[in-house]
């Protein structure tokens, strides 16, 4: 039982209404790995890093049970980096800078070790880096999540597209559900991109929650009020970190067991937001996960006696 | 036990990118009162329509269990009249055309049989002309709700003010949260409107559900995911008749009964969108009801158990 984890790791540079950082760490599989750490021992990354990557950033993965042997690093090379500035809304932002570095010629090489993982989540990478992961996978595995986004739709549609055929569980936001199935509705929406391979699909609505659907039911999470979200960067990550964790950590990949994955991705996001970049993951205790999940519960649980 | 409910009825005329209608029965309490009376029968009404108002219309009402005694109808004089058009999101609209006509003069009278109801649902309206009901009430309420919009705060805010510190339970929008408070983060926002004098606060998110608050909790009830929203119109005005009527039918005010009515509104107001005007709400059986109920059950709930 392991998950293998692939996606960025990469260094951003953020602005909100509440600040500014310096280069600090991020990447998508940086985010997916700390949040899925909370839920389980068995993390696999594969993913790759230029030279200025510092050693102490490798050892906090190290230190979250995140095996970096899939870590290639590149000498002489610089590390993807990506800078933004979020609008007072916190749903919009700009892209400032992208520098893809070490992204540009990334060869995906999955170690022998990791070639029978159960579960495979892969973070959002073009479509084409994504199915050289999977290719190199021994057996399937029980479980596949793909992240993608709106720029992959843009531009390399034809490689998403194959790719959706072999996932199980396709996680996008609102707007890209809308420019892939060319539906407003998301209900529309969802029935439109299941036919497209995915048994799953997870739309994200950002600060209006999460639906889960597969092709006969709908489940809703919502997302937590908070007094302040200070920096939305890696929210959709550490969701999917949350959700692919704890199905690894409780091996059941029925429907409820999904919501109940779906609230922990949603507590893991509600957590993520609420410091700049990576520092509220690290910090998190299980405590705080534990209580942050009550707080779910407490917020949607009803209890309505039908006949 | 009863509940009195105050507001306008009136003509609409509406487009959507669904289509268009001629002039269709309308009203912010002709909503709340069809809505209500799947829950109650103890509904009495207080507003004003001209002479133009159809005879079939006030059929219609008092065929909903509605005690028509406190409708004014003005003779020589025609009927509030509102038009608006839809964009393609639907939860932004412009308004083509405003006739206030008997609304321009409404003094509402309250019977005396209606003076000591339990439940007194105050529909969106001017702010003195909601004060003014609740002058005539022999005995406090046992629950005061207010609705109210974006329009009166640019223009009526200390009357409206006023209200507030009378009432029990305010529901506004998210904008009009935001708006009324001066918070961008609607939790902080509902920290700022209950020191205006509400024990509870309703913030309504159209397609993204709805929030409760108190002081110290905060309940989350959503949207039902819909495959067609044809119109939007009296979509609140619905959830706020579900919401009071609820409360009326099990005569309790408690924060947990609270939640159970917000899920009650919510089945309502998902229900009024699916049809042009009140159509929806006029065929509706109690099986539907309980139907909607339970797919609301279904959205939400899961189980986590915490250690």
Known sequence: ??????????????????GKTDKIIGGAATYICLSSSFFTKNLNLVSVV?????????????NHNVCIKGLQI????KTFFWSGRYHNDMN???????????????????????KECNFLMLGNLM?????????QMKKRPKLIVLDTMNFWMDNFLEDLLDSLKEVDVLTINDEEARQLSGEYSLVKAAKVILEMGPKYLIIKKGEHGALLFNDKEVFFAPALPLEDVFDPTGAGDSFAGGFIGYLEKTDDISFENMKRAVIHGSAMASFCVEKFGTKKLEELTDEDVEKRLQEFVDLVQFDISLV
Chains 1, 2 share one sequence.
């Open 50 to 62: 230029g030279e200025d990557f510092p050693n102490s950033a490798i050892e906090m993965l190290k």
């Open 127 to 135: 479509p084409l880096v994504q199915k050289k992961v999977l290719d």
């Open 92 to 114: 919009t932002r700009d892209t400032l800078d992208t520098q893809l570095n070490v992204l540009e010629s990334f060869n995906p090489v999955v170690p022998e070790e990791y």
């Open 1 to 18: 039982m392991s998950i293998l984890i692939v996606g960025t790791v990469a260094f951003d540079a953020i602005e909100t209404p509440f």
């Open 74 to 77: 590149k000498k002489g090379e």
